[in-house]
């Protein structure tokens, strides 16, 4: 772990056995760097689930031995960061076209919907570089929710997007660099 | 072992023992779960009594065992969910699909 004044690197192992302590890393940093203003409960439930998403989205996804968390505390907002070098980000539309990064200069911008729930509805903009970022379209309730008939795969993307005020994916190309991005904004700046 | 499991008329109460129910743990629930249902019960009453946390991968699970309970007419009820675990249920809506008290003395007071 590395740290300075306002965010501290993590390299997690991608093990599942190394979830809770760094899980429990993460939110001490962030408790310890609030002081005396600590984050209200609601808000440090919402980045624990992020946090605990990110590690077990590098787990079962990345196909990396190492991923980096960055966990970043500002005056107006949390941000947490993971990266690693493995498999590009794939997403499978509600169409079951599969969208792979990254994108081929032709589709972009690009706007899908990825899954929905029979409430929510998870969808993902790229802008022009290529940057996709998630958002919730609400959709008018079904008599019977559709999680049923689509479960689990898109479940990480639902909670992070949710809980997170804004929540996105970069792809650099030349490096291979992916980059998950978790943003939460203080009502009030933090004293 | 992730349950610890009690019947009694075909009505299982199936306590998760971890406090964590994650990835490490999700397969197992799930294997679990749908071993008990497949034994002909008529209700399967989940404890989070001792969960802390939840996460994706053991959601799905629990999604993958409500879909094999259904076709067999059995439920799945949840009881004594901690506020952190409910309102994770809560923010994906899993709440609509899984009926949930407060304790397994409430759940079973729905059974005639």
């Excluded at chain 1, 589709?107 to 570089?129: A, K, Q, W």
Aim: charged content about 25%; hydrophobic content about 45%; overall charge negative.
């Amino acid at each position: 772990m590395t740290e300075d004044s306002d965010q501290i690197t993590i390299v997690f192992k991608s093990n599942r056995e190394g979830i809770p302590g760094t899980l429990n890393l993460c939110l001490d940093h962030i408790r310890q760097k609030a002081g005396n203003s600590p984050l209200h409960d609601d808000l440090m439930a919402k980045i624990k689930w992020v946090i605990m998403e990110l590690l077990t989205n590098a787990v079962k996804h990345s196909g990396e031995r190492e991923s980096v968390l960055r966990i970043g505390l500002t005056m107006d907002a949390v941000i947490l960061e993971k990266e690693d070098y493995g498999k590009p980000l794939v997403l499978v539309g509600q169409d079951k076209k599969k969208i792979i990064w990254p994108l081929e200069e032709m589709v972009r911008p690009l706007d899908f919907p990825i899954y929905h729930n029979g409430m929510d509805s998870l969808c993902v903009r790229t802008d022009e570089s290529g940057r996709a970022i998630f958002f919730i379209e609400e959709l008018a309730e079904l008599e019977m929710p559709a999680l049923l008939s689509d479960t689990s795969e898109h479940f990480g993307l639902l909670i992070m997007t949710k809980a997170s005020d804004e929540f996105a994916y970069e792809h650099e190309p030349d490096t291979g660099l992916n980059r998950f991005i978790s943003t939460f904004y203080f009502t009030q700046p933090l004293l | 072992m992730i349950l610890k499991v009690e019947e009694a008329n075909r009505v299982v109460q199936a306590t998760i023992l971890p406090q964590e129910a994650s990835l490490s743990n999700a397969d197992a629930f799930k294997e679990e779960m749908i071993t008990i249902i497949g034994k002909g019960v008529r209700l399967v009453i989940v404890s989070f009594e001792n969960v802390n946390y939840i996460d994706s991968s053991f959601l799905g699970s629990l999604v993958v065992a409500l879909k094999y309970a259904m076709p067999r007419n059995v439920d799945i009820y949840l009881v004594s969910l901690k506020p952190d675990v409910k309102n994770l249920l809560t923010l994906i809506r899993m709440d609509k699909v899984f009926r949930i008290f407060n304790d397994y003395e409430e759940a079973l007071g729905t059974l005639s």
